[in-house]
């Protein structure tokens, strides 16, 4: 069956950096698009980065090039590293498996399309 599982949280000072991973079983990650959400109590869960089948990858506005989403085919593991972090990025952070993958199109960042869900990984900027 399929299963996500998030790590690499933790606490960091304001321009600090941390790498986010998401090892994922059950099926290839390469075959499907996939992204990190984040979201905060209250809040709607935000798409942060994503990456297509075919390895093209998008961002969100406010990412402003301090991430990096990138996969290891080989060891089925899609990451997220993020530098310059700041306390507005402070959440909880999940990695997802798109519902459909169409070859050729760009992975979507609305959580609606998304399918599968890791458990989650907790990261806490400090000013």
């Known amino acids: 069956q399929v299963q996500l599982v998030e790590s690499g949280g933790g606490s960091v000072q304001a321009g600090g950096s941390l790498r986010l991973s998401c090892v994922a079983s059950g099926y290839t990650i390469s075959s499907h698009h996939m992204a990190w959400f984040r979201q905060v109590p209250g809040k709607e869960r935000e798409g942060v980065a994503g990456?297509?089948?075919?390895?093209?990858?998008r961002y969100a506005d406010f990412v402003e090039g301090r991430f990096t989403i990138s996969r290891d085919n080989a060891k089925n593991t899609l990451y997220l590293q993020m530098i310059s972090l700041k306390p507005e990025d402070t959440a909880m952070y999940y990695c997802?498996?798109?519902?459909?993958?169409?070859?050729?199109?760009?992975?979507?960042?609305?959580?609606?399309?998304?399918?599968?869900w890791g458990q989650g990984t907790q990261v806490t900027v400090s000013s």
């Open positions: 990456i297509s089948a075919d390895g093209r990858t």
């Open positions: 997802a498996r798109q519902r459909v993958s169409r070859w050729l199109s760009i992975a979507s960042l609305s959580s609606a399309d998304f399918s599968y």
